[in-house]
């Protein structure tokens, strides 16, 4: 059934004309930036050339675009979960799906598989442009692999995020604004210049950017995964029992 509810939710995405305009913008804006992108390192490749040890195109090009993906994917994610189950509210649906015969676990599962397989077919778009560099030039593919990783688990964390706070609220702007007021603040969270060591380096274990950062210089680490995993499972968690407190209350 998870399945069956996730393949209903992409659908859903993909008749949805917002989604179709995200999809449309965020391409053009990647576009634009992975050709500016080239031809920076067009212009740094001859001064580079004799240079030991210097950076290639994976660092200059692929990385940075990488980035300005997952920031824009933040700013996007809202508008993308925000009617995940506000609308189910809105239209007095949820509480048929409430009171079908399915466990809480695989409605939220279903959802958020949904929303995150529309993430990640938009990832597959936009990371064609960078691979399509395969075609001049080589690729360091231990980054490439490491980046498009980090990014996936990016990705599912706001679908996480965005799929909870959907959950609280049957208006759909007011999951988006929360969505997005809790994104940014996990993604800023490590700019603290906050003097105390131990604090700071606990703002910088909960920035996403942070972690992030690591996979984009091809660096794989257990405890990066983890983060995100960890992360992803607290806001499941949260909204399965957010609709079980719903379904009781009726």
């Given at each position: 059934?998870?399945?069956?509810?996730?393949?209903?939710?992409?659908?859903n995405?993909?008749?949805?004309?917002?989604?179709?305009?995200?999809?449309?913008?965020?391409?053009?804006?990647?576009?634009?930036?992975?050709?500016?992108q080239?031809?920076?390192?067009?212009?740094?490749?001859?001064?580079?050339?004799?240079?030991?040890?210097?950076?290639?195109?994976?660092?200059?090009?692929?990385?940075?675009?990488?980035?300005?993906?997952?920031?824009?994917?933040?700013?996007?994610?809202?508008?993308?979960t925000?009617?995940?189950?506000?609308?189910?509210?809105?239209?007095?649906?949820?509480?048929?799906?409430?009171?079908?015969?399915?466990?809480?676990?695989?409605?939220?599962?279903?959802?958020?598989?949904?929303?995150?397989?529309f993430?990640?077919l938009?990832?597959?778009?936009?990371?064609?442009?960078p691979?399509?560099?395969?075609?001049?030039?080589?690729?360091?593919?231990?980054?490439?692999?490491?980046?498009?990783?980090?990014?996936?688990?990016?990705?599912?964390?706001?679908?996480?995020?965005?799929?909870?706070?959907?959950?609280?609220?049957?208006?759909?702007?007011?999951?988006?604004?929360?969505?997005?007021?809790?994104?940014?603040l996990?993604?800023i969270?490590?700019?603290?210049?906050?003097?105390?060591?131990?604090?700071?380096?606990?703002?910088?274990?909960?920035?996403?950017?942070?972690?992030?950062?690591?996979?984009?210089?091809?660096?794989?680490?257990?405890?990066?995964?983890?983060?995100?995993?960890?992360?992803?499972?607290?806001?499941?968690?949260?909204?399965?029992?957010?609709?079980?407190?719903?379904?009781?209350?009726?």
């Amino acid at each position: 059934m998870v399945f069956v509810i996730a393949s209903r939710e992409l659908r859903n995405l993909f008749l949805s004309p917002l989604a179709w305009a995200i999809m449309a913008v965020l391409q053009l804006i990647i576009a634009y930036l992975f050709l500016s992108q080239v031809d920076t390192y067009m212009v740094l490749q001859p001064r580079l050339a004799g240079v030991e040890g210097a950076p290639g195109v994976t660092d200059i090009v692929v990385a940075p675009l990488f980035q300005t993906i997952g920031f824009l994917f933040m700013l996007i994610a809202p508008a993308i979960t925000m009617r995940v189950f506000s609308d189910e509210k809105r239209n007095r649906t949820l509480s048929l799906l409430l009171s079908a015969p399915l466990s809480m676990s695989n409605i939220v599962l279903g959802k958020f598989l949904g929303v995150t397989l529309f993430f990640l077919l938009l990832l597959l778009m936009l990371a064609l442009m960078p691979l399509s560099l395969y075609a001049g030039t080589s690729l360091d593919g231990g980054k490439l692999a490491a980046g498009l990783l980090g990014l996936a688990l990016l990705l599912s964390s706001f679908a996480a995020i965005g799929v909870f706070m959907s959950s609280l609220t049957e208006q759909p702007v007011v999951a988006a604004i929360s969505t997005f007021g809790l994104l940014l603040l996990l993604w800023i969270i490590d700019w603290s210049g906050n003097s105390q060591q131990q604090v700071s380096g606990l703002f910088a274990y909960l920035s996403l950017q942070s972690h992030l950062g690591s996979f984009l210089k091809g660096l794989f680490s257990t405890s990066d995964v983890a983060y995100y995993l960890l992360l992803i499972l607290l806001f499941l968690v949260l909204s399965i029992r957010r609709l079980d407190q719903q379904r009781l209350t009726g």
